[in-house]
T-cell receptor
Framework: DQQVKQNSPSLSVQEGRISILNCDYT??????FLWYKKYPAEGPTFLIS?????DKNEDGRFTVFLNKSAKHLSLHIVPSQPGDSAVYFC???????????FGKGTLLTVNP | EAQVTQNPRYLITVTGKKLTVTCSQN?????MSWYRQDPGLGLRQIYY???????DKGDVPEGYKVSRKEKRNFPLILESPSPNQTSLYFC????????????FGEGSRLTVL
């Protein structure tokens, strides 16, 4: 049972445009969510997080939106840059669950 | 520099030959965890540890063992590796046991022939 789903394996956008990466979850106990970025041959690095008491969190070019009723979150990157090309993982955790559950990832390609 | 260090980074071994992947963090984090990344499957948790001498299974623990004798170290042990354990392995740590961002190591690519 996949509790965190990233339904788009890949996304391609033009430099300067907006990138929107989506993530859906099924477990109502999740109360905090994170996005990680991963370059080839490197470990995932933390990008941005949001707790369930908020519906938006912003950090520079990166904004995460949370829609609890739809069990959906999204990561917006504006403007997109070629250096943003990477695999993006959505992750969720919370309650008494010590695990952080990851989605399968979305490969973002930003074309110059 | 705050970091999670894994060794070896690359390893080719044969079926049945016991191996250990070491993991060490210098951030005094309580929580440590092992993940494996496989194409099309994302990151799946193998084992985690909330503190010294406290470990528990993740989603895919079969064929693996762990130990947490010291706070900074969390080795992953493959007693009898099999080809289906060929994967990219990541160790991670975080300060809190239930919340907070995970800090990942650079990964260990293991091939079992």
């Amino acid at each position: 049972d996949q509790q965190v789903k990233q339904n788009s394996p890949s996304l391609s956008v033009q430099e300067g445009r907006i990138s929107i990466l989506n993530c859906d979850y099924t477990n109502s106990m999740f109360d905090y969510f994170l996005w990680y970025k991963k370059y080839p041959a490197e470990g995932p690095t933390f990008l941005i997080s949001i707790s369930s008491i908020k519906d938006k969190n912003e950090d520079g070019r990166f904004t995460v939106f949370l829609n609890k009723s739809a069990k959906h979150l999204s990561l917006h990157i504006v403007p997109s840059q070629p250096g943003d090309s990477a695999v993006y993982f959505c992750a969720a955790g919370g309650g008494s669950n010590y695990k952080l559950t990851f989605g399968k990832g979305t490969l973002l390609t930003v074309n110059p | 520099e705050a970091q999670v260090t894994q060794n070896p980074r690359y390893l080719i071994t044969v079926t049945g030959k016991k191996l250990t992947v070491t993991c060490s963090q210098n951030m005094n984090h309580e929580y440590m965890s092992w993940y494996r990344q496989d194409p099309g499957l994302g990151l799946r948790q193998i084992y985690y540890s909330m503190n010294v001498e406290v470990t528990d299974k993740g989603d895919v623990p079969e064929g693996y063992k762990v130990s947490r004798k010291e706070k900074r170290n969390f080795p992953l042990i493959l007693e009898s590796p099999s080809p289906n354990q060929t994967s990219l392995y990541f160790c991670a740590s975080r300060r809190g046991t239930t919340t907070g961002e995970l800090f990942f190591g650079e990964g260990s690519r293991l091939t079992v022939l």
